[in-house]
């Protein structure tokens, strides 16, 4: 019954599976970022109440100036809009905009042991990386808990990457409900066909702090100049060598690019193609894929108000959902006025 219900597209909002998801306005969107997440944003938007966040409180753990950081999250709204999210048919928001998610954060801060956040690997990750060790640093994943779980959504489209913040959410959750009873649902990740997208280099997850990015709105000659300088399988050195598309990244990114994956593998494995006939070809379907992104993008960069508009109208629209969630909250902790009984 809940089935068809959430299956249709005309369902009203209140009787449908609500999705969140969040990303940090840190830099230019990336192939990891669409193939491992906003594939997903996209085609959740018409079967599920979806609200996608831009994470500016997340991104002030690394950028540190006012300026850029306003102007990568008008950049990232730009992107969403590009690679296909319809403000018609889900919400954006600008997480900054709504004070209630560092609200919830704090009180989720008093339930949760700094042990579970001291394990978080990328916690870990980020300080080798010379992440300043903020509080915030610290806290990044109950913030994240409270993004999601203040609009009890329970589908959370990310990459695999994601998936320890996921089980840490589900954690605080629990922790929160134990205290003071089941006003949270516990969230899911759901993964791509590509939740982890490698770099460059052929040999870690691709991210702007690797440095190891193919930036999907680059410029077509950028693009191709990205893939040509991919590390593809190590034991192929001459082009008569077989090649393993198991091992090659280029061969892999293939599968994202097009039906005929299977025989350009086959070129590879007889040799009948070599390394740089692979990339070449990638490089001009990657472009290809995302021309009419790129224009849309441009049009829309075009029209100065237009991403304030659609930030203004998702806070307008989540700001009942975050009232409610708030109130049952603030009732349950003892926090504010007390509430006549309705
Ligand atoms: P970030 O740019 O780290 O804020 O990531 C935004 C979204 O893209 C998150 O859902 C990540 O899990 C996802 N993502 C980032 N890099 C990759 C990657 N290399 N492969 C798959 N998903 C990724
Ligand atoms: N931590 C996520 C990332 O780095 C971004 C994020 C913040 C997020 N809040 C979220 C993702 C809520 C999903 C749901 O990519």
């Known amino acids: 019954m809940g089935q068809t219900l959430e299956e249709s ?15 940090q306005p840190s ?14 944003y ?6 599920y109440d979806a609200i996608y966040g831009i994470v500016d409180l997340h991104a002030l753990t690394t950028i540190h100036d006012g ?5 990568l999250t008008h950049d990232m709204v730009l992107d969403l809009l ?32 700094v042990s579970w956040l001291e394990r978080t690997p990328t916690y870990k990750e980020k300080r080798e990386q010379g992440v300043d060790n903020s509080n915030a640093l610290l806290s990044y994943p109950v913030l994240q808990a409270a993004d999601i779980v203040i609009y009890k959504a329970t589908k959370v489209p990310v990459g695999k990457d994601q998936a320890p913040h996921l089980e840490l959410s589900r954690e605080i959750v629990r922790a929160f409900n134990h205290r003071y009873g089941p006003i949270f649902p516990e969230p899911q990740p759901v993964f791509t066909e590509a939740p982890v997208v490698i770099g460059t280099d052929g040999a870690r997850k691709m991210s702007k702090s690797a440095g190891n990015t193919i930036p999907i709105f680059a410029a077509p000659d950028e693009i191709r100049r990205l893939v040509m300088s991919m590390v593809t399988d190590p034991l192929r050195i001459r082009r008569t060598d077989p090649g393993r598309p198991e091992v090659c990244n280029v061969c892999q990114l293939h599968r994202f690019f097009g039906d005929d994956f299977e025989s350009i593998w086959d070129g590879e494995r007889s040799a009948r193609t070599g390394c740089v006939d692979t990339k070449k070809l990638l490089a001009e379907r990657i472009i290809e894929r995302f021309r009419p992104m790129r ?39 003892g926090t504010g006025p007390r509430r006549a009984a309705r």
């Open 9 to 23: 597209p005309k369902a009203p909002s209140a009787t449908r599976e609500r999705v969140f998801s969040g990303i």
């Open 27 to 40: 830099g230019a969107s990336h192939l990891g970022n669409y193939l491992g997440a906003q594939v997903n």
């Open 42 to 47: 996209v085609a959740l938007q018409d079967r």
């Open 67 to 71: 300026d850029t950081l306003r102007s």
């Open 82 to 113: 590009a690679v296909g999210l319809d403000p018609a048919r889900c919400t954006l928001i600008r997480q900054s905009d709504i004070p209630e998610h560092a609200e919830l954060c704090w009180l989720f801060d008093t339930v949760v042991p």
């Open 295 to 333: 224009e849309r993008r441009e049009q829309l960069a075009a029209e100065p108000d237009y991403v304030e508009e659609v930030l203004r109208a998702g806070a307008e629209k989540v700001r009942p959902i975050v009232e409610a969630t708030m109130a049952e909250v603030r009732a349950a902790v």
